[in-house]
């Protein structure tokens, strides 16, 4: 096509200066080198001109490839402003005409140059609707077809298919009644291989987001100072609890689809390894958490010790109130693709289903500080936030040995996933050390309380 040598030449001057700003981009803690593009697909052109893009990214000694939508219009393109990339391209996955294109590809299961885009077997998708793109999600894109389906663009790419759509199309074989039906995907090559492009699923207009509710729970609580969090209004408990019940039966349902496998004692070594490897790294660089360091190395060594079974098994991975949606019906778990950071191999590695549940107990804890955070001390607001904390967690966990059974009862196995919410509280630190220094005393209190026996 005449257009892509064009559309290469302004993508390797103007990505490297664009990609820092974008809330997707994984690469902000070094500058970009060089963009080198991949692989360019026409979609639609030559006025407006769509092209699927695959780049590769260089920072120093790491390459990593990202996917884009690059348009180009006669005119000025109906986008944010930091869409707009320069020389009249921009950024097109805001452009509802031209992303619309990609819903219709998918219902006639079309192909363009290595791209297939696929709807799932027996079903039939809907043509002809308009796009709008979800402003709050970061690590990826996504957009709303009419309020019918939602289809997420992957921003990060590797090779295989994505972690995302293998879990839910096991869930989906399984018949779990936790997740948004997957009604499409987009598929392509990296360096030759397959790879997930997209995942189409249905969207659930009515959901509301956990995370939400939750934190709305926590400011009706601090509005009724006198009253105990179980008799205030807006209490959380019951979903809580609700939600820790969808979450064992979601690990179930994923241990029948996929299987499990006990953990030896090497896979605990390893484990107290990654745990301590993570706690040396990040002391090495927050002189705050360095205080607690060899409390949390104890807790980190009594896993070798663990004596009950541990059963591993695929597992969400990256598990939080932001994660989950609550319908008409119940609790929804979304984003199976793991912890955005972490390598391809890690996210698709076999864990203890414990880890989910520490990641949630840990989002309960930000849940009840987020209208703490930057306010003057106030030690019975922080107890009131903290009885609230205390009581969803408890909720959660009573929840999850309800569906999943007493050997399944994460309160049968405390000294582990005591050790996983730590290890989880020390990610949390580098986390809030590099990007919200605010947030950084959330889960260094968390440690405190836990290693000094006040929790």
């Known amino acids: 096509m005449p257009e892509l040598p064009e559309v290469s030449r302004a993508l390797t001057a103007l990505l490297p200066g664009w990609l820092p700003a974008q809330r997707w981009f994984a690469g902000k803690d070094r500058p970009v080198d060089e963009v080198r593009p991949a692989g360019l697909t026409v979609l639609a052109g030559p006025d407006p001109l769509l092209v699927h893009a695959v780049v590769e990214v260089c920072q120093g000694d790491r390459t990593e490839l990202y996917q884009l939508l690059i348009g180009r219009r006669s005119g000025v393109p109906e986008v944010a402003s930091a869409a707009v990339l320069g020389d009249g391209f921009y950024e097109a996955s805001g452009d509802a005409d031209l992303t619309a294109g990609l819903l219709d590809r998918m219902a006639a299961g079309e192909s363009a ?46 090779p295989g298919m994505n972690k ?33 492009m997209g995942m189409l699923q249905e969207f ?10 939750a934190t709305t729970s926590v400011r009706d609580l601090l509005a009724e100072p006198d009253q105990p969090a179980a008799e205030a209004g807006g209490d959380f408990a019951g979903e809580s609890e609700r939600l820790g019940a969808a979450v064992a039966e979601v690990h179930a349902d994923l241990a029948t689809a996929l299987g499990t496998e006990p953990a030896d004692s090497d896979e605990l070594d390893r484990t107290v390894r990654a745990m301590t490897e993570r ?11 360095a205080v607690h360091a060899p409390a949390l190395r104890e807790a980190f060594e009594a896993v070798r010790a663990h004596e009950s079974p541990i059963v591993m098994q695929y597992i969400h991975g990256d598990l939080h109130l932001g994660q989950v949606l609550r319908t008409v019906s119940g609790w929804l778990l979304l984003d199976f693709e793991g ?15 414990l880890r989910d549940v520490a990641g949630m107990l840990r989002s309960f804890d930000y849940a009840a500080h987020q209208r703490l955070v930057g306010q003057p001390e106030n030690a019975d607001v922080t107890r009131h936030a903290m009885e609230w904390a205390r009581r969803n967690r408890a909720a959660f966990c009573a929840g999850y040995a309800r569906a999943a059974g007493p050997v399944g009862d994460p309160r049968a196995h405390a000294g582990l996933l005591r050790a996983f919410e730590l290890d989880k509280a020390v990610y949390e630190v580098a986390y809030e050390h590099a990007n919200r220094p605010d947030w950084l005393s959330v889960p260094l209190a968390a440690i405190a309380r836990s290693t000094d026996g006040s929790e």
């Open 204 to 213: 659930l207009a009515d959901a509301v987001d956990g995370w939400a509710m």
């Open 339 to 353: 912890e955005p950071a972490a390598p391809v191999a890690e996210r698709h590695a076999l864990r203890s289903p």
């Open 279 to 289: 706690l040396d790294q990040v002391s090495s660089v927050v002189p705050e958490l």
């Open 164 to 196: 995302d759509l293998l879990l839910h199309r096991a869930l989906q074989d399984a018949g779990c009644k936790h997740i948004a039906r997957v009604v499409g995907s987009i598929s392509g090559e990296l360096h030759g291989e397959p790879a997930t």
């Open 113 to 158: 140059g290595p791209l297939r885009f696929s709807a799932e077997p027996d079903t039939t998708l809907d043509p002809g609707l308009r796009s709008r793109p979800i402003t709050a999600e970061q690590s990826n894109t996504s957009l709303v077809y009419g309020g019918q389906y939602i289809l997420k663009l992957f921003r990060k790419l590797s």
